[in-house]
């Protein structure tokens, strides 16, 4: 247990597509040798990086500037990074990228070298041989926020030795695209309903963490990806949560606040 251990500003991305029987979610589990939460099921994203906020990042932004995004999450500044991490994690991750050319329109990615093309710089991208923004500037991209909507902020609690202060975010998939884990932070990835995923946690099928369980609930009842875009686009003054670990009778608990106890 670590007691002072600070926060680390991370982002991460609930990506919705519409299926058969009703909308899909992307969840990718992490390896299990990962320091955190490893074998778990989670939606594909990290720590917000010193690039991220760089003047060549920003430039590369459409649709949002920074004092927008830091008003949408109640920053003083520095908010625009992580909507731009959203996106990076996104294509380092999963290999989806949410692009457009310089004059607003979507970019789509069906050619076999624009393909081979970008799978291959998602490799050096992964492998730290080249910086994300300089791949979009090299192919004439910009990052494409205005579908990313910001739904949820969850702190991890005191005592891990690893922890984050992580907004959530929802974007429609890349309706061209197919997303594959990285097989190195990420060893597997499925397309799920969010009812179906909580259903098999239920089982004992699908390890998943509490703000991951929590997210799901919130959108499990609606019916297609549009109305997740359009039920994040109505929340206002979104609540910090930040769980607290207490331990009751011998028996480990998580507390939210408003919980009983929470403030004891």
């Known amino acids: 247990m670590a007691e002072n251990v ?4 991370a982002a991460t991305v609930i990506t919705v597509r519409d299926g058969a029987k009703g909308y899909e979610i992307l969840m990718l589990r992490r390896n299990l040798n990962s320091d955190f939460v490893g074998g778990a099921y989670v939606f594909p994203g990290g720590a917000v990086d010193e690039s991220d906020a760089s003047p060549a990042a920003q430039r590369l932004a459409l649709g949002l500037n920074d004092t927008e995004a830091s008003r949408r999450l109640g920053l003083a500044s520095g908010g625009l990074a992580y909507y731009i991490a959203c996106l990076r994690e ?14 607003g329109e979507p970019v789509h990615v069906t050619a076999d070298d624009t393909v081979r ?16 923004i300089e791949m979009m500037e090299r192919e004439g991209l910009h990052l494409d926020l205005r579908g990313l909507e910001y739904v949820a902020h969850w702190v ?10 992580t907004r959530f975010f929802v974007a429609l998939t890349p309706p061209d695209q197919v997303a594959t884990h990285d097989a190195g932070e990420t060893v597997a990835d499925q397309w799920i309903r969010p009812t179906d995923a909580l259903d098999a946690h239920a089982r004992g099928e699908l390890e998943m963490i509490f703000p991951t369980i929590r997210n799901l609930e919130a959108i499990a009842h609606l019916e297609s990806s549009r ?30 606040p408003g919980n009983d106890g929470y403030n004891d």
Do not use: K, M, W
């Open 6 to 9: 600070s926060p680390r500003p």
């Open 90 to 103: 996104l294509f380092e991750e999963a290999g989806l990228l949410i692009a457009c050319d310089a004059h």
């Open 117 to 132: 093309r970008l799978a291959a710089s998602r490799r050096e991208v992964n492998a730290g041989d080249l910086d994300f």
């Open 227 to 256: 109305d997740v875009l359009d039920y994040a686009r109505t929340l206002v003054d979104i609540e910090r949560v930040e769980p607290r670990i207490v331990t009751r009778n011998g028996e480990v608990q998580i507390l939210l």
């Open 156 to 165: 991890t609690p005191v005592g891990p030795p690893r922890r984050f202060d």
